[in-house]
């Protein structure tokens, strides 16, 4: 298997503009994770779905993020408006099941200017 | 709220030694406990994964324990290598999938 994929591996936009983040996650893996790496704070769960359904987002620190996962294969994360304090390193990853490990993906650069 | 720490926040060493990372966490209720290295600009992967019910687990010159009573997990490295520079993050897993992560812990190994 290829692994955890995301897309793109760095983005840089303006203040205000939309930011979608892609996540493909590992076949046969039930569930995915959405995380934030910042100096600051260090990684932090912002998400996780399990056989699609989100379960916890109490981690998304507004309304601006946004994140879905229309099939298996497949999740976004948005942020609409983008600021500047939004820059950080995000990471998407998969598990098999609870008592799995999480693999994780390369993660996306993301700066806001 | 759990709240995971590591002691020590970096370390230096020379190739060859053995040497211990620790990892204390707040919250003695939790599922699975794991260790992860990270490389500059890379991300995650995992090492070890510790069932709340298991008390250490091994792989190659690898080894982490688990005192849940405490709140307390160590990653023991033998004979490092400069290969093993990285840093390495433990990761608390509550009942209900809340991952909450440590800081995590420089390494240096010099040849």
């Known amino acids: 298997d290829a692994g955890v994929i995301q897309s793109p591996r760095h983005e840089v936009t303006e203040m205000g503009q939309e930011v979608t983040l892609r996540c493909k996650p590992i076949s046969g893996h039930n569930s995915l994770f959405w995380y934030r790496q910042t100096m600051m704070r260090g990684l932090e769960l912002l998400i996780y779905?399990?056989?699609?359904?989100?379960?916890?987002d109490s981690g998304m620190p507004e309304d601006r993020f946004s994140a879905k996962m229309p099939n298996a294969s497949f999740s976004t994360l948005k942020i609409q408006p983008s600021e500047p304090r939004d820059s950080a390193v995000y990471f998407c990853?998969?598990?098999?099941?609870?008592?799995?490990?999480?693999?994780f993906g390369p993660g996306t650069r993301l700066t806001v200017l | 709220k759990q709240e995971v720490t590591q002691i020590p926040a970096a370390l230096s060493v020379p190739e060859g030694e053995n040497l211990v990372l620790n990892c204390s966490f707040t919250d003695s209720a939790i599922y699975n406990l794991q260790w992860f290295r990270q490389d500059p600009g890379k991300g995650l992967t995992s090492l070890l994964l510790i069932q709340s019910s298991q008390r250490e687990q091994t792989s190659g010159r690898l080894n982490a324990s688990l005192d849940k009573s405490s709140g307390r997990s160590t990653l023991y490295i033998a004979a490092s290598q400069p290969g093993d520079s990285a840093t390495y993050l433990c990761a608390v897993n509550d009942y209900g999938q809340n991952f909450v992560f440590g800081p995590g812990t420089r390494l240096s190994v010099l040849p």
């Open positions: 779905f399990n056989n699609n359904v989100p379960i916890d």
């Open positions: 990853a998969s598990e098999r099941e609870v008592t799995d490990t999480q693999y």
